[in-house]
């Protein structure tokens, strides 16, 4: 078993924190609390139950204490989140507005910046 495989398993304990699951090939793991699914699990305990089949991915597998780290919300392929409204072109918009005061000092500061740099490497 390494990090990234696919394996399936049974529910062995539901607890506050996560989902204990009996591995298909013997060992068990650990689903947290926060790799069950996409958003807020409102109550573990009536959503999960002790014998129910789960598919898993493996997260992690700790190297001093062989602990296992399975997600279930790894296999989910839906596209979680606000779709993108409207395309960002990169204009020189800002430098009428906000960003007017910072491009009249930047050249000065760039150079002030360089010669503190040759300063240094002329100490060197």
């Known amino acids: 078993m390494k990090i990234g495989d696919k394996m399936s398993g049974t529910i062995s304990g539901v607890q506050p924190y996560g989902v204990f699951v009996n591995l298909s090939n013997g060992e068990q793991g650990l689903i947290h609390i926060s790799e069950l699914k996409h958003g807020f699990v ?3 305990e009536s959503n999960y139950n002790v014998g129910d089949k789960v598919d898993v991915i493996v997260m992690g597998i700790d190297e001093y204490n062989g602990k296992i780290s399975l997600s279930m919300r ?4 839906r596209k979680i989140g ?3 409204l409207h395309k960002h072109f990169w ?3 800002k430098n009428k507005i906000g960003y007017k005061t910072i491009a009249q000092e930047k050249d000065q500061w760039i150079n002030a910046a360089m010669t503190a740099i040759s300063k240094e ?3 060197k």
């Open 121 to 123: 490497k002329q100490k």
């Open 91 to 93: 204009t020189d918009y």
């Open 82 to 84: 606000r779709p993108i």
């Open 42 to 44: 409102t109550n573990i």
């Open 74 to 77: 790894a296999l989910d392929k």
